[in-house]
Antibody
Framework: EVQLVESGGGLVQPGGSLRLSCVASGFTFKSYYMHWVRQVPGKGLVWVSNINRDGTTTIYADSVKGRFTVSRDNAKNTVYLQVNSLRVEDTAIYFC????????????WGQGTRVTVSS | DIVMTQSPDSLAVSLGERATINCKSSQSVLYSSNNQNFLAWYQQKPGQPPKVLIYWASTRESGVPDRFSGSGSGTDFTLTISSLQAEDVAVYYCQQYFSAPFTFGPGTKVDIK
C-alpha cells in the first residue's frame, strides 16, 4: 500500500525555520518525482515545489523561492522541505505528493503536516 | 504562470441529479506533440487530502466511479457527476500540470440540495 507520511510541522515565530519530512513506503520511491502542496485551512490548494527522481532538479513557486528548499534522500525514502524566513502567510497544511513524471497528475498524497507561523 | 479559474464557486444538487463544474486555464494546456491535455481533477473531503479523480482531462483514475467524467480541451474543461451521491459532497479542484508552477483552480464546493 502506498503511504506518504509527513511530519515536522509546528508553531514557529515569524522569521523562524522548520524542516518538514515526508516518508514514503509501498512503492519504489526513487522512481517518482515528489511535490509539496500547501493549503490554508478552509482555502484552496497551492503548489509549492517539486524535485526530480535523483534530486538534481528542483522547482519552486515564486512565493517561496529563496526561502524554501526541497531535497530528498532516496536511501531513506524521504523528501524534505526546509522552510526558512517564515512569514505569517506561510501558515498552512503542507502535503507531500508523488508523480511518476514531472508533468503529471498527483496520484497519491500524504495527510499533511500543519505549520503555524505566529508571534 | 497559468491561472486556473473555476465556476461556480459552489453548487447544491439534489441526490441523483447531475452536477457540472467548469474550469478554465489562462493558456492552453494541450500539448500538441501527443494531443494530451495536462489537466487533472481532484476531490477533497473535509479533513482529508485531495484525491485524483480524472487526469489527461478525461481519463478516470482506477477505482473512481463512472458517474465522474471529464471533458474539454485547450483552455476549457468540465467535470460532470452524472448522478450525485451523498458521498460526493466535497470540494473539487482542477489543476494544470502543463508547466510549473502547477497551478490549481480555486475549488468548487458541491453540496446536497
Amino acid at each position: 500500500e502506498v503511504q506518504l507520511v509527513e511530519s515536522g510541522g509546528g508553531l514557529v515565530q515569524p522569521g523562524g525555520s522548520l524542516r518538514l519530512s515526508c516518508v514514503a513506503s509501498g512503492f519504489t520511491f526513487k522512481s517518482y518525482y515528489m511535490h509539496w502542496v500547501r493549503q490554508v485551512p478552509g482555502k484552496g490548494l497551492v503548489w509549492v515545489s517539486n524535485i526530480n527522481r535523483d534530486g538534481t532538479t528542483t522547482i519552486y513557486a515564486d512565493s517561496v523561492k529563496g526561502r524554501f528548499t526541497v531535497s530528498r534522500d532516496n536511501a531513506k525514502n524521504t523528501v524534505y522541505l526546509q522552510v526558512n524566513s517564515l512569514r505569517v502567510e506561510d501558515t498552512a497544511i503542507y502535503f507531500c505528493a508523488r508523480t511518476i513524471r514531472g508533468n503529471y497528475h498527483l496520484d497519491y498524497w500524504g495527510q499533511g503536516t500543519r505549520v503555524t507561523v505566529s508571534s | 504562470d497559468i491561472v486556473m479559474t473555476q465556476s461556480p464557486d459552489s453548487l447544491a444538487v439534489s441526490l441523483g441529479e447531475r452536477a457540472t463544474i467548469n474550469c478554465k486555464s489562462s493558456q492552453s494546456v494541450l500539448y500538441s506533440s501527443n494531443n494530451q491535455n495536462f489537466l487533472a481533477w481532484y476531490q477533497q473531503k473535509p479533513g482529508q487530502p485531495p484525491k485524483v479523480l480524472i487526469y489527461w482531462a478525461s481519463t478516470r483514475e482506477s477505482g473512481v466511479p463512472d458517474r465522474f467524467s471529464g471533458s474539454g480541451s485547450g483552455t476549457d474543461f468540465t467535470l460532470t457527476i452524472s448522478s450525485l451521491q451523498a458521498e460526493d459532497v466535497a470540494v473539487y479542484y482542477c489543476q494544470q500540470y502543463f508547466s510549473a508552477p502547477f497551478t490549481f483552480g480555486p475549488g468548487t464546493k458541491v453540496d446536497i440540495k
